[in-house]
């Protein structure tokens, strides 16, 4: 009896996984098969929505499918090979994004050793106050950022978010967690062996948060690869916005070439979740709790 | 002073310029970047102009409490965390809860409900106003079901539409909180529970749900500062000047920031600290009254 009623609510409990699978996946899915559809076919299927200009047939009612009649590549053809525009911006997001993740880590790292090997109340003071900071939304930390950005002569240009960005606590709160969690016995042990602490960091804890290294790196990564907010408020130079914010800029009448630059904005943070999930989700989980 | 308390003292010493070598370089960023400029936000908060610099304590802040702009926008963020953050506690729990059940395809599913935290919300935002714009797909079905058509983005069910973005990009990352925070409930527990022939809603709330209480807490204030962030999605979705409820706090930043009114900026800045200090200090209050009995 009671076996057969944990049947019926596991099975219950399965499809609403299902459920929620298609309804998580369909945005997704529906852009990248969206964007291999011929102009004229987004015309007749979202023309309803999108003020097009020119002639071709428009559907009275929008379509929304999933696969295009005649699968084309002719939207990724103009938007990588015929005009420069998108490569730009894409270009921008990859100069924003690639020395931020690089450097946040590389600092952090250092940082997350000093707060994991020696702990004390001033210090410890000092941790938790990097969580306060990493928890302020944008609307606090943007102004400062903006101030010094004036000060040190860098607005307008990509510095203005790199910098603040190299510096950003999150991953000193997430690589402290890792670190911590090293056994002290390994540590004391190269001490032992005459190890000074620039030897015991590079050798030993280093090696240790290998897997944490990458998966902070990819939320990192994602953080920044959506990035909206910084570079509205410090760029104001159109041709240096990243593909992010210039994607919402694209013009009414060029929808399927939206949906093809989009696909290709979100391929390399794909297929780095295709690659790193399992570190990924270490990562989260271990954020468990912003204390201790 | 015994030769002993000096080496102490030294190697004590030793440990701080050490402590301090390493964390040197994340530090003096920090002092930099947001400690030292967060201290002139504060000064500037307080003094009438850049250029004349009269100290006049609190008037901004009154003044930008008698603000309508900033009135509505901290009225439309705080309405769209009321809404958000239950949502997203409740049905993040819900999501791990059914993929601790032992289904079929658990590891698919966590690959499926992840999947849109690395989907940048840019490149997603079309296929959300196919949906929900006044032709869209959902009035074609809410009409083919006989009701009537609702102008989505554009009138105040507009936040509905971002809450519902909202908890499609953010669901999966709290469920693996969920997740983890499930893992590490003492398995004898619930098997006692199980001896003892508990019920699983009496499992649930008498047990689970003590243990899990910190990630709650975490979940909360994570989804509450996302829901501070929410602008991106609005404003991808809808632009500088949104219709409806989804004029944000971050809208009325942006437009501060155009007209270089540092002092509102600044004052606002700092209203925004507070508030979050407040109620983060609040949720740890809550949580520590909360799951005090589980603790070590």
Redesign the interface.
């Known amino acids: 009896m009671r076996k057969k009623k944990r049947m019926f609510s596991r099975g219950v409990m399965f499809v609403l996984c299902l459920v929620f699978a298609v309804l998580f996946l369909l945005p997704t899915v529906l852009t990248i098969t969206n964007s291999f559809m011929s102009e004229s076919e987004i015309k007749a299927n979202y023309g309803m929505i999108f003020s097009t200009t020119g002639g071709g047939f428009v559907s009275k009612h929008v379509n929304l499918k999933f696969i295009p009649d005649r699968v084309t590549l002719s939207q990724y053809i103009s938007g990588l090979i015929k005009s420069p525009n998108y490569l730009i911006k894409y270009w921008n997001s990859i100069l924003l994004v690639a020395p931020i993740v690089v450097f946040q880590v590389a600092i952090a790292s250092v940082a997350a050793y000093s707060f994991t090997r020696w702990r004390g109340k001033i210090r410890d003071g000092i941790f938790f106050f990097y969580v306060i900071l990493m928890l302020m939304p944008y609307q606090v930390t943007l102004v400062p950022n903006f101030l010094v950005s004036q000060w040190l002569g860098i607005i307008n240009t990509p510095w203005s978010i790199i910098l603040p960005g190299i510096f950003a606590p999150f991953s000193v709160f997430l690589l402290t967690k890792f670190m911590r969690r090293i056994p002290y016995s390994l540590i004391e042990a190269a001490k032992v062996d005459g190890a000074n602490e620039w030897q015991i960091f590079t050798r030993i804890c280093l090696p240790e948060c290998r897997s944490a290294l990458y998966s902070i790196a990819i939320l990192v990564f994602i953080d920044y690869w959506n990035m909206v907010e910084q570079p509205l408020i410090l760029l104001k130079d159109a041709d240096a916005q990243p593909l992010s914010v210039f994607l919402s800029n694209i013009n009414s009448g060029e929808i399927g070439l939206a949906f093809a630059m989009a696909t290709v904005y979100m391929i390399p943070s794909l297929l780095l979740f295709l690659h790193g999930e399992e570190y990924l989700v270490e990562g989260i989980a271990n954020q468990g709790s912003v204390k201790g | 002073m015994t030769d002993r308390q000096k080496e102490k003292r030294i190697s004590r010493l030793r ?2 310029a ?6 040197s ?3 003096l ?2 002092g ?3 400690i ?3 201290g ?2 504060v000064y500037y908060s307080m003094i009438d102009g850049v250029g004349s610099r009269n100290f006049v304590f609190l008037d901004n802040f009154t003044r930008l409490l008698g603000n309508s702009a900033f009135l509505l926008a901290a009225r439309n963020t705080l309405l769209f965390s009321a809404l958000a953050v239950p949502l997203a506690v409740v049905l993040s729990l819900l ?1 791990a809860l ?2 601790e ?5 658990k590891s698919t ?23 929900f ?1 006044y ?3 959902v009035n ?1 079905w809410v009409m083919s079901l006989g009701g009537g058509r609702i102008d989505w983005l554009q009138t105040d069910y507009n936040i509905y539409v971002v809450v519902l973005l909202f908890l ?1 990009k953010n ?3 709290f469920m ?2 969920f ?3 499930l893992a590490n409930i003492p398995r004898e527990l619930l098997e006692v529970a199980d001896v003892e022939g508990a019920s699983e809603t009496y499992k649930f709330f008498a047990i689970k749900l003590r243990y899990l209480s ?2 709650v ?2 979940v909360m ?1 994570l989804s509450l ?1 996302n829901s ?2 929410v ?2 999605e609005v ?2 979705l809808t ?1 500088d000047y949104p219709l409806g409820r989804l004029y944000m ?2 809208h009325f ?2 437009n501060t ?1 155009r007209s270089f009114d540092y002092q509102k ?2 004052a ?2 700092v209203i ?2 507070i508030v ?2 407040v109620l ?1 200090a609040l949720l ?1 209050k809550i949580e520590d009254w909360f799951g005090k009995d589980v603790e070590g």
Do not use: H
């Open positions: 440990d701080y050490a402590s301090l070598c390493f964390l370089p994340s530090l960023g920090v930099v970047f947001f030292l400029p967060f002139v936000v999501l059914m993929l059940a032992r289904i079929p395809g599913f966590r690959t499926f409900f992840l999947s849109p935290m690395m989907v940048p919300v840019a490149s997603v935002v079309l296929i959300w106003q196919v949906l714009s032709n869209g797909s074609e499609w669901l999966g990352y693996i909180l997740m983890a925070g910190p990630t807490l975490f204030i500062i501070f962030k602008f991106r404003y991808l632009g706090l971050q930043m942006n920031f900026l600044s606002a800045a925004m600290a979050m200090v983060i740890f």
